[in-house]
């Protein structure tokens, strides 16, 4: 098995990425200070300041750690023509993602705001070649979720929504967790991307989140919670533009 290989003499970048990749359970080797690889290393991790020192085929060059794991990790699994890939996706405060090939997982991340989860699959899947794509969605919170779907639709042959019921599981990692069970679970195979319906509940639920964000000082109109639902603004930018309204 082919592993990811740590090149640097950047302590705090080696640092992050050995304790990130301890964390995930990924195994990997520390490569001297000449950069010679090993046969076992399938891809180099470094910093863009030293990639020249690295002779390899795959090496990624990085600033942020975490986005260097990520890449890495999907450069291993990029060696591989899979008939069927299925990324597991459950909506949330946060999106936990989770990516498969002929059941091995190959990816896995979490990723704030719904129109961010679109580029961070792409991204994913241009490492990939296989035949076929699915991807499964969870149920649990709708506004988001179609939100999601309807951004992914142009990225996948398949989409399913996933009855999320079982899927949260006690984890460093929650909403990741989740996703690794919807990616398991067959779903209602949509036709056509759905309507993004914000409730009148979730539109509250919003306007109390406003409160908190502005420690008390603005509860943000029924329209502008709306438009954050809808993913058209951004809780700060609701709040900011609420307070321009009141003359704040």
């Known amino acids: 098995m082919k592993v990811i290989g740590v090149f640097t003499n950047d302590f705090r970048f080696f640092y992050e990425v050995v304790r990130l990749l301890k964390k995930k359970g990924e195994p990997f080797v520390s490569l001297g200070r000449d950069g010679d690889v090993p046969p076992n290393v399938g891809v180099v991790i470094t910093t863009p300041q030293e990639r020249e020192r690295v002779r390899f085929g795959k090496v990624v060059a990085l600033e942020e750690p975490e986005e260097a794991i990520r890449t890495a990790r999907c450069l291993l699994a990029g060696g591989t023509k899979y008939r069927t890939i299925v990324m597991g996706i459950d909506p949330g405060k946060s999106t936990g993602l989770a990516l498969f090939g002929e059941g091995k997982l190959l990816a896995s991340e979490t990723v704030g705001a719904p129109e961010m989860v679109a580029d961070s699959i792409s991204r994913l899947l241009r490492c990939l ?120």
Do not use: C
Request: charged fraction near 25%; proline fraction near 6%; avoid cysteine.
């Open 129 to 248: 070649s296989y035949s076929r794509s699915v991807a499964r969605v969870g149920h649990g919170d709708p506004t988001k979720g179609n939100r999601i779907i309807r951004a992914i639709w142009p990225l996948f042959d398949e989409v399913e929504l996933v009855d999320e019921t079982g899927t949260s599981v006690r984890s460093h990692e929650p909403d990741v967790a989740a996703a690794k069970r919807i990616a398991m679970t067959r779903g209602l195979l949509l036709s056509e991307p759905p309507a993004v319906k914000p409730t009148p509940g979730e539109v509250r639920d919003i306007q109390r989140l406003s409160r908190i964000e502005s420690q008390g000082r603005v509860t943000i109109s029924a329209s502008l919670a709306y438009s954050v639902a809808m993913g058209d603004l951004s809780l700060s930018q609701a709040i900011q533009e609420q307070r321009r309204s009141e003359g704040d």
